[in-house]
């Protein structure tokens, strides 16, 4: 894939079509959503008019989550969010939201720093397994938005992880058997 410093750029044609510049083809929101939780900024541009329609795609994959169940913001909250359009709130509730999600992101990271720095758990046999199987569940829950440590997922590092959880869950599983003996 291409250098990730830059949003990856899809172009909308008049026929409502995304198309990835990067890879030359044609994408779906699902597509764009999955770029998302591995990390990579999009910005999407109407190819006539030039206008910026980031927003607008981002609102929409959100809506197609919640729609199929996918629910991750409750109906108080949505109800909080149109009051907020029409009131004075509506300067304040983007930087509130966003450091919401800042403070969620270090509480996760510091929790796993925790985990592992000065703790005795971090010399106990098996506790790396424990700490991977703890970061795949925050991964899991914040939908690969948030991986503990840093603003977006990590996947320059997923096939060295995997390895990595592949040998530690070998050697734990030789610990046991040798225990059994």
Known sequence: MAST???LLIKRYASRRLYNTETSDYVTLDDIAGFIRDGR??????LKS???LTRQYLLQIISEHESRGESVLGVDLLTDLVRSYTSQA?????QFLTASFEMLRDGQSKAM?????MSPMGRMPGF???RAQQEA???AMTGGMMTPGSTGPRT???ADDLDEMKAQLAAMQEKLSKMDK
């Open 137 to 139: 569940f925050f991964k």
């Open 156 to 158: 320059e590092q997923k």
């Open 128 to 130: 790396e397994a424990m």
């Open 50 to 52: 030039g206008d910026d």
């Open 5 to 7: 410093d830059k949003p």
């Open 90 to 94: 509506a300067s304040v509730v983007p």
């Open 113 to 117: 720093e925790n985990m592992t720095s």
């Open 41 to 46: 900024e999009v910005q999407i541009v109407d």
